[in-house]
């Protein structure tokens, strides 16, 4: 007798433990081929709640700024690996820096990480144990750039004290006579 694929058939979830099985759970619903559910929360099979090319974005820094202090080149001496931004593909990584040099000194920054980009992707290479390798481009933190602007223009505005005039808390002129 042959069986119909259009019946339901009960499927038993078991764990076997000390040689006795334990019946964990009975559907109906067939069990999924492929993909293992997790069960960790919905975070994905590796079980981090963020992004892998998130996750290689913060390992590239890490390996990129441990190789900058092995460079013996004066231009990268004081310059500050803030990020790195990966493509969901992983072909292609922006690594974004910070120097002491200033906006001087991005041209000469930016063109020894060139000089020395195949020592720091075999170094990424090492380190990640991947497939491939992201290819690096460099750039400077506009971010940093822009926090630095507001701070000086916040620290060139006059500073205004409320006791210096005649004003009340809401802005009125204060109705009692000084003599």
């Known amino acids: 007798m042959s069986r119909s694929p259009a019946r339901s ?18 559907s109906k619903q067939r069990p999924r ?22 996750r290689l974005g913060e390992t590239i820094r ?22 790195v931004d990966v493509d969901p593909e992983m072909n292609r990584a922006v690594v974004y820096f910070d120097s002491m040099f200033g906006l001087d000194g991005d041209a000469g920054v930016e063109e020894a990480l060139m000089e020395h980009r195949s020592r720091l992707q075999s170094c990424i290479n090492r380190e990640m144990h991947a497939r491939k390798t992201p290819i690096l481009s460099f750039k400077p933190d506009e971010v940093i750039r822009a926090a630095e602007r507001i701070e000086e223009l916040l620290r060139k505005r006059p500073v205004t004290d409320a006791s210096a005039t005649d004003d009340g808390p809401d802005g009125e002129a204060d109705p009692s006579p000084t003599e």
């Open 9 to 26: 058939r009960v499927w038993m979830h078991c764990l076997v433990a000390h040689g006795c099985a334990i019946l964990i759970a009975v």
């Open 33 to 54: 081929s492929g993909r293992r559910q997790s069960g960790r929360g919905g975070r994905g099979a590796s079980g981090h709640g963020y992004p892998r090319s998130a």
């Open 62 to 83: 890490a390996v990129v700024a441990e190789e900058l202090a092995r460079i013996d080149d004066e231009r990268l001496e004081l310059v500050t690996i803030t990020a």
